[in-house]
Structure formats: structure tokens, C-alpha cells
């Protein structure tokens, strides 16, 4: 039987033209094949761009047998007229070859690798598919928005614009896997078994619906790699191989190759993206400096994770925005890009960067990010769980708490569900209200007095902390909180406490993450947190928080609080409880820096 698998037929699609798909198994430079589908409209009174996604997830088909996305995420893309191509990458579903997880950007001239495999396929649909006009655009999310950087980095010629959505750049220090050298266990190990242990991606069965007592007993992660994944996934074993930021994630990290800004890309994240924030924002501020034609664009969203690609945007759990932000992004932003730069139809009226503020609700028009106009502005910790913007006084002065590991501080309220499957609510728990937490004994808060008037977030926010450990090691969960007034007009919504920015911290990283060091017990540390960018308007009347606590179970693995090299490998035996202190004092400062309008 001959390689070349061609399949036709045509099909209508409610409110689209129909389409004829075609399916092919596409040669790649090395002779491996890619499993690919090809929708052309029908009738098309004029050749047409071609719009690629590449995707290790499969390709899903409706009852007709045609990918949903063309009634669904790109319906209005569909109405404009494309080819939509969609292919399966490298080992995973009917295509051939060894799949590898965030594969390397090839350092042999003649090896393959993301970029090399979608020029492939772009010159290959030059040369074979019908109707066309010559020219690619790429776009995609997560996974699908990094193979679209991939592509970007070293493009085929007809590759004219492209909408990275979502990318992750770094594994290690802000995305899926790792967030500042802490280990993201739940997100880390469903992920891993689902994707690495079998081609249709099966969510992993817990047999129960609360997976917090799970992992708990589950213990160790050196016990998880024994009872359930051995040493048949190569990305766990890659987990316990590389503990440290060492050249095995480096090579894996996207901003280092952006050296240059070869075709329109338009860069997309959401603000309660759960898995993907600091890839986009990290990736685009990098393009930034080559950037000498202007082709480096950023949207940001009240958005979780690819929410702008589905729905109509108008909330975020029980957070309202006040319009259809999705809705928006998909007939005002994406669309009008690709008839831009693929088709030469209309102007492209998008300024450098366009972000949705949450609180006043309403999206700002900027000329960088962050704006080089903010001004910043510190929120220090002090005496009796107060935040204020006076710096504190001379008194010697800290807040204690005690960290144990085996009663961890859980991430959201239980039952905490699988981040897949049916029922999954891992999309929204960033805008879950955090009253679940406060006044706990294991959690440390400190909190304003109501605003007198609007204080507006726009850019960077930084925990600059000053903090000691009876222990050996500890992980620091830092939260900018919105808390929300007593007479907020939405009932529901009165003295809600929104998470605005957060992340974790690996104390043992502090001076290095590719050389960890124990902390000293007792020492005073500092400590500094980067909490990301955001654009958002605390309302007068609200108060601001902030919380700082040590586990966060179990979207982070338990740090045992007594140095292990590789904590991968500790035993139960090494795990035991501390008290982490936080300084509030002249000499020791504890705050929050904002960039404020």
C-alpha cells in the first residue's frame, strides 16, 4: 500500500461555507510522515491564505467527521475564507516518528526539530494543495501556541503571520512544570500520564473524586515514581534527572533563540492563565529588543488558560467583566490580523500592546509593556496584619507561622478535582475566593485599610521579603489579594478576596537556581518573588492583601524542609515541620512593589 492516504469529501457547516477535507501523510526531510487534514472551502471566488495549527493532542472530528474548530474557536476565521491545515506532530497520534516533549531547537544543521517539520509541511502544501495564495499564517494555544513560536524562529518564506497564544518558554522557572524551582505535582503528574502514557491521551483515574488525600498518600514524589510511573515516562524521568536549572532545561527555554523578529507575531495571554502566564509575556518582552519593523504585538485578557479561543468571555468564575472579552478578541483582534497580513484587507489599528484591565473593565491601548509611565509604589507589611504604604518603623518586629508538610495548606477548596476529566474545574481555581485560607495558623495575612479612592495595577508587581526558616529549605506562596467591600453591589460578590497576582518560591534558589543552597535556620533571608505584570483597578473601598504561606498542595510537591539535593529522590523519613518567620521591621522591610497609574 503506497504512503499517501487521500481522503475528499464534502461536508456544509451551519453559518460557514462547506468544505472539502483532505487527509495526508506528509514527508518530512528525514522521511518520517505527518499525519495531517486539509479543509478548503468550496467555491472560493479567489485563492485563498492557509491558516496551520500543529498539535500533540490529536485531531478532534465532529459526527461528520470534520474538526469542530471551524464552527467553534474559528468560526469567524472560517467565515472570513481559509484553508485550514491541521496536523499531528512528531509521534503522537497517526503520525510517525518519536514524539519528545518540548522538543530542542536542533543544534545540526541537518537535524529536525519543530521549525524544520512545519517548513516541511508549508512547502509541501505550496506544491500539492489547491487554491491557495501563497501565503501561511499559524496560530494556536499552549502546546499548539509553542510550536507556533517554533515555526516563527526560523520560518519558511511564506510564513506571513502568526498568533503565539499561550506558549510556554520555560519549563523550569514560570510554566507548566516548575514555577521558581518548585515542582507543580498535580498539573506535572496528570500531564505526564496523560500525554506519555498512550497516543489517545486518557486522563489518569484516581478512583475517587478528591485527589488531595491521593497525592497525600501517595507521599513522596520518590514514591510516586515507584508505585506509579517507574521509569517508563521519559518526561518524569527527565523531572527526576534534572532537579536544577541545568543545560537540560535551558536548551528547552524559547526567549534565548529570539533573536530576531521575522514575521508579524501577535503574542496572547490571559491574566488567570493556570498553566501558561509567564510564557507569553516572557516570550514576548524577549522579541522586543530585535524588534526593528514592528511586527511584536501583546494582548492580555481576563482570561484563563485559551479562554479567549472559546466562549463569549464575559466571567471568569464569579468574576464579571462587563462584556464579551472573548467575543472581542476573536471578530476585533485575531480575525482583522490574519486579513491584515494574509490577505491585505483593512488596516491593522492594533497598538503595541492591548490589555484588558479588570476592575474598571475596560481594555487600555499601550505603546510598550509594562508602561514606561508607572510609578512605583511599595506596600510594606506591618505589626498586627496590617498592609499600608507608610514604611514601617524602627521596632524590631516579624510574624510566625508553622509549615507541615503532612497537613498541607490546600490550594483551593476541596473536593479538589483532576485537573482532566469530567466535571474539572482547574480552569477557574485562580479566581477562587481565598476566605478559605484566611486566619488559618499556617497562613500569615496582612491587609489594608479600605481605599479612599481607585488605585490602579498596571505592570510589574514583586515580593521583596526578608524571612527566616527553623529548617533547612521552604517554599514561599506569595499573594496580592483584592478584597472586596462590604456594600459591593453584587451580593454575592461582597468581601469576596480575588486572587491579582501570585506565584511560589524555592527557598534553596535564592542566589541560583542552577546551584541551590540550604537556607541557614534562624538566618534572616531575602527573598525576592516575581509576581508578574498586571493591569487591574483595586475600587475604592476595597482593601488589599496579602498572604503568605509555605505549602500549596498539591498543585506544588511538599519541600520535605530539610535540604535534599534532589528532591525528587527524599524519603518519607526527610520530611518534617518548621517555623517560617517574615520580618517587618526598618532594617528588614517586607513589601510588595507595585507599578502603579
Not at 464552527?71 to 484553508?83: F, V
Not at 542566589?511 to 508578574?532: A, Y
Not at 524542609?561 to 517587618?584: C, G, L, M, W
Amino acid at each position: 500500500m503506497p504512503w499517501l492516504l487521500l481522503f475528499l469529501s464534502a461536508v456544509s457547516l451551519p453559518g460557514a461555507p462547506g468544505f472539502a477535507k483532505r487527509t495526508e501523510m506528509i514527508p518530512m526531510r528525514d522521511g518520517i510522515k505527518l499525519h495531517t487534514e486539509i479543509y478548503t472551502p468550496e467555491g472560493a471566488a479567489r485563492p485563498l491564505p492557509l491558516l496551520l495549527q500543529r498539535t500533540p493532542y490529536g485531531l478532534p472530528h465532529d459526527k461528520d467527521g470534520l474538526n469542530p474548530q471551524l464552527t467553534g474557536a474559528m468560526a469567524e476565521l472560517a467565515g472570513d475564507g481559509y484553508i485550514f491545515v491541521f496536523q499531528d506532530i512528531r509521534g503522537k497520534y497517526l503520525s510517525e516518528g518519536e514524539f519528545v516533549m518540548i522538543r530542542p531547537p536542533r543544534t545540526d544543521p541537518k537535524g529536525v526539530d519543530e521549525s524544520t517539520d512545519c517548513a516541511d509541511t508549508i512547502e509541501w502544501l505550496l506544491k500539492n494543495a489547491a487554491g491557495h495564495n501563497g501565503r501561511v499564517g499559524m496560530l494556536g494555544v499552549s502546546y499548539l501556541g509553542w510550536t507556533t513560536v517554533m515555526a516563527a524562529l526560523d520560518p519558511h518564506p511564506a510564513l506571513k503571520a502568526t498568533a503565539p497564544m499561550a506558549p510556554p518558554d520555560d519549563m523550569y522557572l514560570g510554566d507548566d512544570f516548575h514555577h521558581n524551582g518548585a515542582f507543580r505535582l498535580q498539573y506535572g503528574f496528570e500531564y505526564v500520564a496523560r500525554l506519555e502514557t498512550a497516543k489517545d491521551n486518557r486522563p489518569f483515574d484516581f478512583g475517587r473524586r478528591d485527589t488531595f488525600d491521593w497525592y497525600l498518600k501517595a507521599g513522596s514524589l520518590a514514591n510516586i515514581a515507584r508505585d506509579w510511573f517507574g521509569k517508563r515516562y521519559p518526561t518524569w524521568n527527565d523531572f527526576v534527572a534534572h532537579p536544577d536549572f541545568d543545560a537540560f532545561w535551558k536548551a528547552r527555554k524559547v526567549s534565548p533563540y529570539a533573536r530576531q523578529v521575522k514575521v508579524p507575531m501577535l503574542h496572547v495571554a490571559g491574566w488567570w492563565d493556570q498553566e501558561d502566564f509567564y510564557g507569553p509575556m516572557t516570550i514576548y518582552k524577549a522579541f522586543e529588543p530585535h524588534d526593528s519593523r514592528g511586527l511584536n504585538f501583546l494582548v492580555v485578557g481576563p482570561w484563563n488558560h485559551g479562554g479567549w479561543m472559546r466562549g463569549d468571555g464575559d466571567s471568569l468564575g464569579p468574576v464579571r467583566f462587563g462584556s464579551k472579552t472573548a467575543e472581542y478578541f476573536r471578530a476585533q483582534v485575531l480575525a482583522p490580523w490574519f486579513r491584515y497580513w494574509l490577505k491585505d484587507e483593512g488596516k491593522l489599528e492594533l497598538p503595541e500592546a492591548l490589555t484588558f484591565r479588570t476592575g474598571s473593565n475596560t481594555w487600555q491601548r499601550y505603546n510598550s509593556w509594562p508602561p514606561r509611565d508607572s510609578a512605583a509604589k511599595a506596600l510594606f507589611l506591618q505589626a498586627g496584619g496590617v498592609a499600608s504604604f507608610e514604611q514601617p518603623g524602627e521596632a524590631a518586629g516579624s510574624d510566625a507561622f508553622l509549615s507541615d508538610p503532612a497537613h498541607p495548606v490546600p490550594y483551593r477548596v476541596r473536593p479538589i478535582l483532576p485537573v482532566y476529566g469530567e466535571g474539572s474545574t482547574w480552569g477557574q481555581w485562580l479566581t477562587d475566593d481565598q476566605r478559605h485560607l484566611h486566619g488559618r495558623p499556617d497562613v500569615a495575612s496582612w491587609e489594608s485599610a479600605p481605599l479612599e479612592e481607585d488605585l490602579t495595577l498596571s505592570g510589574q508587581v514583586t515580593a521583596r521579603l526578608f524571612v527566616s526558616t527553623t529548617g533547612s529549605d521552604a517554599d514561599w506562596v506569595v499573594k496580592l489579594i483584592d478584597v472586596y467591600s462590604e456594600t459591593h453591589e453584587e451580593k454575592t460578590m461582597r468581601g469576596y478576596q480575588l486572587m491579582v497576582a501570585n506565584d511560589v518560591f524555592r527557598g534553596r534558589y535564592r542566589n541560583s537556581f542552577e546551584k541551590p543552597e540550604p537556607m541557614k535556620p534562624n538566618q534572616v533571608t531575602p527573598i525576592s518573588v516575581n509576581l508578574h505584570t498586571q493591569d487591574y483597578t483595586f475600587r475604592k473601598g476595597h482593601r488589599l492583601m496579602v498572604q503568605i504561606h509555605s505549602t500549596w498542595f498539591p498543585l506544588i510537591d511538599r519541600n520535605p524542609q530539610k535540604y535534599i539535593p534532589n528532591i525528587f529522590q527524599a524519603k518519607e523519613s526527610d520530611f518534617q515541620t518548621a517555623t517560617h518567620r517574615v520580618y517587618r521591621e526598618a532594617r528588614y522591610p517586607s513589601r510588595l512593589e507595585l507599578q502603579v497609574r
